[in-house]
């Protein structure tokens, strides 16, 4: 293939990781496969079936749910709001994004509207968010970057999608046959980051549908959308013991560590840096191998990666300290340690920096 012809590839099938304005008023190369093995010993009975390394899914939640490529292409226009009006009414009978139109209009939450009132309708290409569908999902039906979508619809955590939402899409997306999707999830070109899975995957709710509490032992996979922490708690502490042996920040030319690694032993037990809940549990990421987000509420989130095995899934709450796994070597290394990383709004944070000194 050329290398024109490459490029072109990559664009077209990579996509790399949703609050929304109340109703009143976001073949892949085959990751090293990651060792299960049976639960902790207070889980002998293994009550949770952690046979999946995905969570106990057997696909992850992102698509789960197809997400129909019917995105509508809006005009410019202006609207004169009238008595009664809300953005949202507005949004549907424009069939723009709500979003789209507040920040077209410079619009503030609570997003108070007067009759007569001449709002400007942003052009675009705009998808009407189906039930189940996730933002990464969204992304691929399109061929576009997840991350992008949050951005130009200035979604926020907790990224949870609504019924009815309209998302504006880049100016480059384009809807894909479901062949074509499925092709892009395959694609060695086809990559996903931490950023996208944790602000894409969770499944769209229904307006007055509120998301499913975290448990410390869900005994089936959770498949709809996760409630959070409503803000952080408490302070972090160490993932594993181990020599740290690539700092955060610029390792070569081109290259950033978005966290740090440490060096321990295969088998060695991973602790939660901090009370949260389990946002996903899974080897989708291959330069990660066996990974582990948590959200910990209040923008915060940790990453383990490299992990040989997975003791937690997706809607399990933790507390600081909890084993969640066991390091190993699997993805892009060759020596056993863990990948960590925490992130503050989106935003990858030096971990030494938030640890306690050792």
């Not at 997400?67 to 009414?89: F, H, I, Q």
């Not at 507040?102 to 619009?107: I, P, S, T, W, Y």
């Not at 990464?136 to 979508?149: C, P």
């Not at 946002?279 to 990974?291: E, F, K, N, T, W």
Request: one cysteine or more.
């Amino acid at each position: 293939m050329g290398d024109h012809h490459r490029i072109f590839a990559i664009l077209l099938l990579s996509a790399p990781l949703a609050a929304c304005i109340p109703a009143s008023a976001p073949p892949q190369r085959p990751a090293p496969p990651v060792v299960t093995t049976p639960a902790p010993p207070s889980l002998a009975d293994n009550p949770l079936g952690y046979d999946d390394v995905s969570g106990g899914d057997s696909k992850p939640t992102w698509v789960l749910q197809p997400v129909a490529a019917k995105a509508r292409e809006v005009p410019a226009s202006l609207y004169t709001v009238r008595p009664g009006d809300t953005l949202r009414a507005i949004g549907e009978m424009t069939h723009a994004g709500s979003e789209a139109i507040a920040m077209e209009n410079d619009l503030a939450p609570p997003y108070t509207l007067v009759p007569g009132q001449r709002l400007r309708i942003p052009a675009g290409l705009y998808h009407r968010v189906a039930a189940g569908e996730t933002g990464i999902g969204i992304a691929h039906a399109y061929g576009a970057d997840w991350g992008e979508i949050v951005t130009i619809n200035a979604l926020a955590e907790p990224y949870i999608l609504r019924v009815g939402q309209r998302l504006r899409l880049p100016a480059d997306a384009r809807p894909l046959t479901p062949k074509q999707v499925d092709v892009a999830t395959r694609a060695a070109a086809f990559s996903l980051d931490i950023d996208d899975i944790a602000t894409g995957s969770q499944p769209a709710l229904a307006a007055n549908k509120a998301p499913a509490a975290a448990s410390a032992a869900p005994r089936k996979p959770v498949t709809a959308a996760i409630a959070t922490p409503a803000a952080f708690t408490g302070r972090f502490v160490w993932p594993v013991p181990g020599k740290v042996i690539a700092k955060f920040g610029p390792l070569a030319p081109g290259k950033v560590n978005q966290g740090i690694n440490i060096a321990t032993p295969a088998g060695t037990p991973i602790h939660a840096v901090a009370n949260g809940v389990v946002s996903y549990a899974g080897d989708q990421i291959a330069v990660y191998g066996g990974l582990i987000l948590i959200d910990h509420g209040g923008g915060w989130v940790s990453a383990y990666g490299h992990a040989q095995q997975l003791d937690v899934r997706r809607g399990q709450s933790v507390k600081a300290g909890d084993v969640i796994g066991l390091a190993g070597a699997t993805g892009q290394v060759q020596t056993p340690q863990l990948h960590f990383q925490l992130r503050k709004n989106r935003i990858p944070v030096d971990p030494l920096k938030q640890l306690p000194a050792r």
